[in-house]
């Protein structure tokens, strides 16, 4: 267990995010407003322990979701609860998605902190991107959000969208 505690410490001082998980009224929320228009896979950056990941899945099972979580052990458990549900669409990758090819993704959800969020507005600017992004509480520095709206939780979270459009 100390090495457990040790792993996710690590990342997130590496990536200045905890793995914190969704609140069920807050993934609730965000899982209503997912609309895809675009072909390709759905990316969650930054997927902790799997609480939008898997839904994701299960609501989009015709399509492929993708989880990139840095930490091992929230990677991990990401992992098994995909497998335990039999959801063959989850590919979990313990991988930093800053270096990630992002170019095909029809979709991506975010659930970062700032530093992290304006990490991805940087990676964002190298393109080419052209995707939808949905993104739970934080905003996107240097982009217009297309639409906002408050979530009913405890913290009153604001989800944010983005239309990213670069070549």
């Not at 993934?27 to 609309?35: A, Q, Y």
């Not at 659930?111 to 052209?130: N, Q, S, Y």
Request: charged share 20%.
């Amino acid at each position: 267990s100390l090495l457990v505690a040790l792993s996710i410490l690590w990342s997130t001082l590496r990536t200045g995010v905890s793995p914190m998980p969704s609140s069920y009224i807050a993934r609730t929320t965000l899982l209503t407003r997912l609309r895809l228009t675009r072909p390709g896979p759905i990316l969650e950056l930054g997927a902790g322990w799997g609480s939008l990941a898997i839904p994701i899945a299960q609501q989009f099972n015709d399509r492929k979701v993708i989880a990139y979580e840095l930490s091992p052990v929230p990677a991990a458990i990401c992992w098994l609860r995909a497998r335990r549900q039999g959801l063959s669409n989850l590919e979990v990758r313990c991988k930093n998605f800053a270096r990630a090819d992002l170019t095909g993704a029809a979709l991506m959800v975010t659930f970062l902190g700032p530093g992290a969020m304006r990490k991805l507005a940087r990676r964002l600017e190298r393109g080419p991107v052209h995707s939808t992004l949905l993104s739970h509480t934080f905003h996107l520095p240097g982009h217009r959000e297309r639409a906002r709206w408050s979530c009913n939780d405890a913290h009153h979270s604001t989800m944010y969208r983005y239309e990213i459009d670069r070549d």
